[in-house]
């Protein structure tokens, strides 16, 4: 039995609600309330919600981009600073910003060497951790950071390579400082989507977790040069996909034809073009879209679809440019996401994982939306109730594998870990068992949280339960 000393402990484990510090911007009220929602929704810890301040356009609002200077100085330290405050550097692997935040984020100094990027997007410096690239390679020949993990090349042996790794392992093995991913839940306002509209994506999004859909990944083809600059992938990743078909309940098809409504349910859709027209009810609640294009992301400018659309059509997660990216299919969510996401990982890590630099990209929707992860869940036991006198209050971990998934039958899990946290801040990592000093620190109401970690090659889904605990506020011993 670990009798606890409420210190800050390092825990390795997949992405979830634990690990992923949410942003709003305090001087939009829709900011805080979209943040709420998605907290709620994924019993994310109050602990965890982080508030910024936005300096405002000079016509009122949040402008679409800001500079570097003023992203540092008003988001990135500020919330760096909180999360500190908190005790959480150590457990926060990854940030998700709410509603009414820049786009983009730009930086016009002449001592900017030529070729380098003068916009990048707000999940792209956030992935840099504010610091502006200095090599042009980021344009020409993209460079630098990355948590991609699919193939480099389609050749056979690299083909085999390709994996999925969850964001922990990336950061066990990161020699220095691991970039900091992060994805926007929504855009709201000019040339974005609704707030009404953002929150209903939301909510759908969420529920697909755990409900591993079936339904067919579409890749729609065509002679356009955003559809070619990545379309080297399309057929590997398909193959791999409908070789898992029986497992999955998901297929995939190459064509040049668009998707009609017997195509449906669609979980995954790619192409390449300047918009797209689909019909309605088509993508699957859980399902990826996009259209590599240019200005996908790029709020500033009415030219080309924007992918708002995708998740107001019912995509949980798009992505795009929010500035001119050049046919380079480094810059862009590769086919891998679709084997990823089928691995169990979610959104956030998938599309980590299958772009190589994703500085321009702007990544929407449900980070922690995972599809077809386990649904896994453990169970919290008191060992000792409450007695007069009792020093402690004692707890176990049990967990038993679900028996609805094949992929707990197959031998390849390693055993369970358990995690626990206490407000949301960790306390215990690989313990079956606590002890919680029954003293000061512990008077009032207090959520202790059990989290299991499974784990199978380089991915670890997790499953949590959370029980109350309610000491009398002249508990002394």
């Given at each position: 039995?670990?009798?606890?000393?409420?210190?800050?402990?390092?825990?390795?484990?997949?992405?979830?609600?634990?690990?992923?510090?949410?942003?709003?911007?305090?001087?939009?009220?829709?900011?805080?309330?979209?943040?709420?929602?998605?907290?709620?929704?994924?019993?994310?810890?109050?602990?965890?919600?982080?508030?910024?301040?936005?300096?405002?356009?000079?016509?009122?609002?949040?402008?679409?981009?800001?500079?570097?200077?003023?992203?540092?100085?008003?988001?990135?330290?500020?919330?760096?600073?909180?999360?500190?405050?908190?005790?959480?550097?150590?457990?926060?692997?990854?940030?998700?910003?709410?509603?009414?935040?820049?786009?983009?984020?730009?930086?016009?100094?002449?001592s900017l060497a030529q070729g380098v990027p003068?916009?990048?997007?707000?999940?792209?410096?956030?992935?840099?951790?504010?610091?502006?690239?200095?090599?042009?390679?980021?344009?020409?020949?993209?460079?630098?950071?990355?948590?991609?993990?699919?193939?480099?090349?389609?050749?056979?042996?690299?083909?085999?390579?390709?994996?999925?790794?969850?964001?922990?392992?990336?950061?066990?093995?990161?020699?220095?400082?691991?970039?900091?991913?992060?994805?926007?839940?929504?855009?709201?306002?000019?040339?974005?989507?609704?707030?009404?509209?953002?929150?209903?994506?939301?909510?759908?999004?969420?529920?697909?977790?755990?409900?591993?859909?079936?339904?067919?990944?579409?890749?729609?083809?065509?002679?356009?040069?955003?559809?070619?600059?990545?379309?080297?992938?399309?057929?590997?990743?398909?193959?791999?996909?409908?070789?898992?078909?029986?497992?999955?309940?998901?297929?995939?098809?190459?064509?040049?034809?668009?998707?009609?409504?017997?195509?449906?349910?669609?979980?995954?859709?790619?192409?390449?073009?300047?918009?797209?027209?689909?019909?309605?009810?088509?993508?699957?609640?859980?399902?990826?879209?996009?259209?590599?294009?240019?200005?996908?992301?790029?709020?500033?400018?009415?030219?080309?679809?924007?992918?708002?659309?995708?998740?107001?059509?019912?995509?949980?997660?798009?992505?795009?440019?929010?500035?001119?990216?050049?046919?380079?299919?480094?810059?862009?969510?590769?086919?891998?996401?679709?084997?990823?996401?089928?691995?169990?990982?979610?959104?956030?890590?998938?599309?980590?994982?299958?772009?190589?630099?994703?500085?321009?990209?702007?990544?929407?929707?449900?980070?922690?939306?995972?599809?077809?992860?386990?649904?896994?869940?453990?169970?919290?036991?008191?060992?000792?109730?409450?007695?007069?006198?009792?020093?402690?209050?004692?707890?176990?971990?049990?967990?038993?594998?679900?028996?609805?998934?094949?992929?707990?039958?197959?031998?390849?899990?390693?055993?369970?870990?358990?995690?626990?946290?206490?407000?949301?801040?960790?306390?215990?990592?690989?313990?079956?068992?606590?002890?919680?000093?029954?003293?000061?620190?512990?008077?009032?109401?207090?959520?202790?949280?059990?989290?299991?970690?499974?784990?199978?090659?380089?991915?670890?889904?997790?499953?949590?339960?959370?029980?109350?605990?309610?000491?009398?506020?002249?508990?002394?011993?």
């Open positions: 039995m670990l009798l606890l000393a409420f210190s800050p402990l390092l825990s390795s484990f997949a992405l979830g609600p634990n690990e992923l510090a949410v942003l709003y911007n305090e001087t939009e009220d829709e900011s805080r309330l979209l943040a709420m929602m998605y907290a709620r929704l994924h019993d994310i810890p109050e602990v965890n919600l982080v508030a910024v301040s936005v300096p405002a356009s000079e016509r009122g609002g949040v402008p679409e981009a800001i500079t570097c200077e003023t992203f540092n100085r008003d988001i990135y330290e500020p919330a760096c600073a909180t999360i500190r405050e908190r005790g959480l550097s150590r457990q926060i692997l990854a940030w998700a910003y709410s509603c009414h935040f820049p786009a983009r984020v730009t930086e016009t100094t002449n003068r916009d990048l997007s707000l999940t792209g410096i956030t992935f840099l951790r504010g610091k502006w690239p200095s090599d042009r390679t980021y344009v020409s020949r993209p460079q630098g950071p990355s948590l991609y993990t699919g193939a480099l090349s389609t050749n056979a042996a690299a083909i085999a390579q390709a994996k999925t790794r969850s964001l922990d392992q990336h950061a066990a093995d990161s020699l220095s400082q691991m970039p900091l991913p992060s994805m926007m839940l929504a855009y709201v306002g000019k040339r974005g989507t609704s707030f009404q509209t953002a929150a209903y994506a939301m909510r759908r999004a969420a529920t697909a977790t755990g409900t591993r859909p079936k339904g067919v990944v579409w890749f729609a083809q065509n002679d356009d040069i955003r559809s070619r600059c990545r379309s080297w992938f399309v057929q590997p990743v398909a193959d791999r996909i409908n070789a898992r078909t029986a497992e999955t309940g998901v297929s995939a098809v190459v064509s040049t034809n668009q998707p009609t409504a017997l195509n449906g349910p669609l979980v995954g859709y790619m192409t390449g073009a300047r918009s797209v027209m689909l019909p309605t009810n088509l993508l699957a609640a859980g399902s990826y879209a996009d259209h590599l294009t240019s200005f996908g992301a790029a709020f500033w400018t009415d030219s080309q679809m924007k992918i708002v659309r995708w998740t107001e059509a019912g995509a949980a997660a798009s992505s795009g440019a929010v500035t001119e990216p050049y046919a380079i299919a480094a810059k862009f969510v590769s086919p891998w996401i679709f084997e990823q996401l089928l691995d169990g990982a979610t959104y956030l890590e998938a599309i980590y994982g299958s772009v190589r630099s994703p500085i321009q990209l702007l990544p929407i929707g449900d980070p922690l939306c995972a599809p077809w992860a386990p649904k896994v869940k453990p169970e919290i036991r008191r060992t000792v109730f409450a007695r007069s006198g009792a020093a402690t209050l004692d707890f176990e971990a049990f967990f038993t594998p679900p028996a609805d998934d094949l992929r707990f039958r197959t031998g390849t899990f390693g055993d369970p870990v358990f995690l626990w946290y206490l407000d949301g801040r960790s306390i215990a990592v690989d313990r079956k068992e606590i002890r919680l000093p029954r003293d000061r620190r512990l008077r009032g109401k207090h959520v202790l949280r059990l989290v299991v970690r499974y784990s199978y090659g380089d991915l670890k889904c997790q499953g949590f339960s959370d029980i109350q605990i309610q000491e009398p506020e002249g508990t002394s011993l």
